[in-house]
């Protein structure tokens, strides 16, 4: 069973940094587009960035400049780099993948188990 396994969240003062990391692990072939997506209480769930294996990425209009995601293809990994955080910034960071596992035929979404950010004003 394919586990993606966030950390790095906690909580931090506006303005500052975090990084969160990712790792994907368990029956994996390969791994498509990953990503980052985050929840704030009584909102849904937003995209926030993606990265191809190629390492071209698609952002948020509301972290660009502040965020980067990037990858680790041989170890499975992916990154989240939140500079320049706000307030509104706080929220469960998911992280997420396309995964072709050992016995299937097609790529499917896979979800980790969340990371709180809280960005304190």
């Known amino acids: 069973q394919v586990q993606l396994v966030e950390s790095g969240g906690g909580l931090v003062q506006a303005g500052g940094s975090l990084k969160l990391s990712c790792a994907a692990s368990?029956?994996?072939?390969?791994?498509?587009?990953m990503g980052w997506y985050r929840q704030a209480p009584g909102k849904q769930r937003e995209l926030v960035a993606t990265?191809?294996?190629?390492?071209?990425?698609n952002y948020a209009d509301f972290v660009k400049g502040r965020f980067t995601i990037s990858r680790d293809n041989g170890k499975n990994w992916v990154y989240l780099q939140m500079n320049s955080l706000k307030p509104e910034d706080t929220a469960v960071y998911y992280c997420?993948?396309?995964?072709?596992?050992?016995?299937?035929?097609?790529?499917?979404?896979?979800w980790g188990q969340g990371t709180q950010v809280t960005v304190s004003s």
């Open positions: 997420n993948a396309d995964i072709l596992t050992t016995g299937a035929i097609r790529y499917a979404p896979y």
């Open positions: 368990r029956s994996i072939l390969s791994i498509n587009a």
């Open positions: 990265i191809t294996p190629g390492g071209r990425t």
